[in-house]
C-alpha cells in the first residue's frame, strides 16, 4: 500500500514547495520510490516534461529531488494568470480553456477526476507520494468543490501536515486559527504541524511549540530554522523573485513584466560569479549603463507591452542601445521587440493587433496551438550545443530571421537584429547548460562558465534534505504517511 502525506500551509508562502522538494530527497536518498504531487498550482513559471506536456516549476524541482523526470501526473491542474481576473487552464499538461475567476469555480468538480487520475497513476509507480496543498485551507471561503486542499485530502483519503510561517508573526495564531475555521472531518485529517522559518534559536519557541500542540493535539514534528541556500534553488512564485544576484562587472538588467513568465531562466545567471543581474521593479527606470537588457517571458504580450511602455522603460532600452547595451528577449519578450503583435481571436485578452518596440524586423501573430516542447539546438554564432524548452502561443517571422540566434536541426530559431545587438528567441531554460551560458557571455565580452549550475542546484537539494533531517522529525511524517485513516 502506497504511503501518502500531504504538506498544507497555514498561509500563502510558508515554504511548501521547497519543503515537499526537501522530503522527496530525504525518503529517496533512504532508497524509497517517492513522487511529488500537487492537484492544483497557480503559476506563469512552468516546465515542460519529456512528452511535451507542462508542470509547475516546483513540481519540476521536486521531482529532480526524488531522481525521476518531471511527469504532467505531478501536477495535473496547472492555472497561468493572464488577467487580474482570469488564467488559463492546463489539465493534465494541455491547455483546455481560459476562465475567469467566478467561471473556474464552476469547473473545479469536473476537474477532480483528472486530478484522481494522476494521483492514482503516481501511486500505482511509488512507495511515498509527497503532495502539496496550495495557498491554505484556512481559506474556507473556497471549501465547496476545492481541488487543491481539504477536499483533494478527503477525496484522496490523504492525512494532512500543516507548516507556519514564523519569519512573517502571527504562527501560533495561523496554526490554531486553522484548526478553528476548518469542520470536524477536515480537522480529522490533519496529524501534525511544522514551523518553518524560524530565525535565530529554535528554543526560543519552546513555549509556544507547546501551546500550540496542546490547543490543537496535533503532532509537532520540528521547528525548521532559516534555510540559507534556499535562492539556489528555482523559486515558483514571481513574489520570490530575487531583486539581484552576483558581484561580477557585466551588468544585466531585467524588466519585471507584470505577467512575467519562466523567470527561472535568470537563476543561472545570477548564480554567475562574472555577472550582476538586477530585477527592476514597476516604477523605477531601467539603469541605461546596463551591458545587457534582458526582457523575459510574458504570459500575456500585449499586457505587458503596454506595461512596459507605462514604466517609460521603451524609452529606457533605446537610450541603453545608444550607449553600446545588447537586447535579448526570450518568448513573450521576443514577441515585444518586433515590429507588431497580433491576436485576432483574443487569445490573450482582448482582440486586435499593436506595434511592439520595433527593434527586431519581425511580426508575431498569435495562434490557438500551444507550442509545448523540449528544444535542442545549437547557437549559431559560436556552434555551441544548447538545450531549452518551448511554451508559447504565437509564430513570429520576418526578415530578421535571416539572422538567427539558433537554428535547430536545419531550421533558424530566434532572430537578429542587422546592427547585432538586438537578439530574440522562444527558447527557454538556455542558461542551465553550462557550456550555451559560457559561449553566451563570452560572445558578449563577460566572463562565464565559472559553475556548474545544475551540480549546485543538486548540491542545494541535498542541504535541503540534510537541514530537515537534522530539525523534523521525518521519522514522525513517514509514520503519518503510512498510518491508516
Not at 505531478?74 to 487580474?84: A, D, I
Not at 492514482?120 to 481559506?139: C, H, Q, W, Y
Not at 543538486?458 to 491508516?484: T, V
Request: charged share 20%; hydrophobic share 45%.
Amino acid at each position: 500500500m502506497t504511503a501518502t502525506v500531504m504538506i498544507q500551509g497555514a498561509g500563502s508562502n510558508v515554504g511548501k514547495s521547497l519543503l515537499v522538494a526537501g522530503f522527496c530527497r530525504v525518503f529517496a536518498r533512504r532508497g524509497l520510490t517517492v513522487r511529488p504531487f500537487k492537484p492544483q498550482n497557480m503559476s506563469n513559471n512552468a516546465a515542460v516534461t519529456p512528452d511535451g506536456s507542462e508542470i509547475g516549476r516546483a513540481q519540476a524541482l521536486q521531482a529532480m529531488a526524488c531522481g525521476v523526470p518531471p511527469s504532467v501526473h505531478m501536477n495535473p491542474v496547472l492555472l497561468k494568470p493572464e488577467s487580474e481576473t482570469g488564467a488559463q487552464v492546463v489539465v493534465q499538461g494541455k491547455r483546455l480553456t481560459t476562465a475567469r475567476a467566478r467561471d473556474y469555480a464552476a469547473l473545479k468538480p469536473q476537474l477532480m477526476g483528472a486530478v484522481l487520475d494522476s494521483f492514482a497513476r503516481l501511486k500505482a509507480e511509488a512507495d511515498l507520494v509527497i503532495v502539496e496543498g496550495a495557498g491554505s485551507p484556512a481559506e474556507v471561503n473556497l471549501r465547496a468543490g476545492d481541488i487543491a486542499n481539504m477536499g483533494f485530502a478527503q477525496a484522496a483519503r490523504v492525512p494532512v501536515v500543516l507548516a507556519g510561517d514564523i519569519d512573517r508573526g502571527g504562527v501560533i495564531a495561523q496554526i490554531v486559527g486553522t484548526q478553528a475555521v476548518l469542520d470536524p472531518d477536515d480537522n480529522a485529517l490533519i496529524k501534525g504541524f511544522l514551523i518553518n522559518k524560524f530565525r535565530g534559536d529554535p528554543r526560543l519557541f519552546d513555549d509556544g511549540y507547546a501551546l500550540i500542540a496542546r490547543r490543537t493535539g496535533w503532532t509537532g514534528l520540528g521547528v525548521l530554522p532559516w534555510f540559507p541556500q534556499a535562492h539556489r534553488l528555482p523559486a515558483e512564485d514571481a513574489a520570490d523573485l530575487r531583486r539581484k544576484g552576483g558581484a561580477g562587472n557585466f551588468r544585466i538588467v531585467v524588466p519585471q513584466l507584470n505577467r512575467i513568465a519562466n523567470f527561472d531562466d535568470l537563476d543561472p545567471l545570477m548564480a554567475e560569479p562574472g555577472v550582476s543581474v538586477e530585477v527592476i521593479a514597476p516604477g523605477h527606470p531601467l539603469p541605461v549603463e546596463a551591458d545587457l537588457i534582458l526582457i523575459p517571458g510574458s504570459k500575456s504580450t500585449i499586457a505587458d507591452l503596454a506595461h512596459l511602455r507605462a514604466q517609460g522603460w521603451d524609452i529606457d532600452i533605446r537610450a541603453a542601445l545608444r550607449r553600446g547595451a545588447r537586447v535579448l528577449g526570450l518568448c513573450g519578450g521576443y514577441q515585444l521587440l518586433g515590429r507588431r503583435i497580433a491576436d485576432p481571436d483574443g487569445i490573450e485578452g482582448p482582440a486586435g493587433s499593436v506595434e511592439g518596440l520595433g527593434l527586431l524586423a519581425v511580426d508575431t501573430v498569435m495562434q490557438g496551438d500551444k507550442r509545448v516542447t523540449l528544444t535542442d539546438a545549437v547557437h549559431a554564432a559560436s556552434g555551441t550545443a544548447a538545450q531549452g524548452y518551448e511554451i508559447h502561443i504565437g509564430v513570429t517571422d520576418g526578415p530578421d530571421r535571416a539572422r538567427p540566434l539558433f537554428r535547430v536541426g536545419d531550421q533558424p530559431e530566434g532572430a537578429i537584429s542587422a546592427d547585432g545587438r538586438v537578439m530574440g528567441s522562444y527558447l527557454h531554460g538556455l542558461f542551465s547548460g553550462d557550456g550555451f551560458r559560457a559561449a553566451f557571455l563570452q560572445g558578449l565580452g563577460a566572463s562565464g562558465g565559472g559553475i556548474a549550475y545544475a551540480e549546485g542546484v543538486e548540491a542545494a537539494l541535498d542541504a535541503l534534505a540534510d537541514h530537515l533531517e537534522e530539525h523534523a522529525d521525518c521519522d514522525a511524517l513517514l509514520r503519518i504517511a503510512r498510518a491508516p485513516l
